[in-house]
């Protein structure tokens, strides 16, 4: 059980998140959430980092509608907080590691996606789903690099001067 | 700082370079719905001399107007008689160098495809313009005195 003060803290984490994905919506593939569950993963559970992804695909569909995509948000995401909460002992603060494995995550997007189209609606679509949108992934592997590599070593420090102080 | 800018300046030659390499890709793999052969061959006594030997996409609808792109594309003349309007569309006199002179005697360019349907059904092909063509066709045409 979370105790009052983390579920606000989690709840906002995942409106936080929101308003990162909303407020870049209008550029394709350029998002900040790849970078925000980065951070939380770094420094929150693995549960906990789950609870902030749920909450965030729930108030994305809510925002977008629901639709098949808000499946595949569930588990990509949640595959990238396990991912992180895996390797954040390996790779620590070093920023540029990061940077690479957010850029590969941000390229392999598209494919995971096209995995659950492919169980949905059969190999073919899966297939031309991934490479019809290719260009997409480059353009989330490149803005992943970038924001990452510059965004994560100050924002790192701050989530938690911030968290210490929240308790 | 500096070393960021250096990678993110490397990044960008990538993304840059990736795009351009799947647009090329893409574009390659859309142009035309339908991927036809051309073999051009000349008779001769002891093997053919294959003048030209290409495969193509294409969205062209008859044959007449994808082989006249093709010649061009290579670099060979093309001669035809009669009209693209006419019952059985134009008939080649001439591609590059081989030309029919005496259209009593020979030799002719004659054309014959075991893919196309409409060739394999007729028993022969028509006429390159009332020849439509379909995906994987592949035509020889043949500088020939027997037919």
New interface residues.
């Given amino acids: 059980m979370f105790t009052v003060r983390k579920l606000v803290l989690l709840a906002l984490f995942a409106a936080s998140a929101l308003a990162l994905q909303v407020s870049l919506s209008f550029l394709p593939n350029v998002e900040l959430v790849t970078l925000w569950f980065l951070l939380l993963a770094c420094v929150l559970t693995f549960k906990e980092s789950l609870v902030v992804v749920f909450v965030f695909s729930t108030l994305e569909a809510l925002v977008w509608g629901f639709g098949d995509w808000v499946v595949a948000y569930l588990w990509i995401w949640a595959l990238w907080v396990f991912i992180v909460q895996l390797l954040k002992q390996f790779i620590k603060d070093n920023s540029h590691l990061w940077a690479l494995l957010g850029a590969f995550y941000g390229f392999a997007f598209g494919f995971l996606f096209s995995i659950q189209h492919a169980l949905m609606y059969g190999f073919n679509m899966g297939v031309i789903y991934w490479i019809r949108g290719i260009s997409f992934d480059i353009i989330h592997a490149f803005s992943n690099y970038s924001l990452i590599l510059i965004l994560y070593k100050p924002l790192s420090k701050l989530l938690s001067t911030l968290l210490r102080k929240w308790g | 700082m500096k070393k ?1 800018i250096i ?2 300046a490397l ?2 030659i ?2 840059i370079a ?2 351009s390499a ?2 090329y890709f ?1 574009r390659q793999g859309n142009e035309g719905s339908k991927e036809v052969q051309i073999i051009i061959q000349v008779d001769q006594a002891d093997q053919d001399l294959i003048v030209l030997d290409v495969t193509k996409r294409t969205d062209d609808e008859m044959l007449g107007t994808f082989l006249e792109s093709v010649l061009e594309e290579e670099g060979l003349d093309v001669e035809f008689a009669g009209n693209v309007t006419d019952q059985f569309g134009r008939y080649i006199v001439g591609i590059g160098e081989h030309v029919t002179k005496d259209s009593a005697v020979g030799p002719w360019w004659l054309f014959n495809s075991t893919t196309n349907p409409d060739c394999v059904s007729a028993g022969f092909c028509p006429g390159v313009d009332i020849t439509p063509l379909y995906d994987k066709d592949i035509f020889i045409f043949d500088f020939t005195s027997s037919y």
């Fill in positions: 960021n990678r993110i990044a960008s990538a993304f990736s795009l799947y647009n893409m």
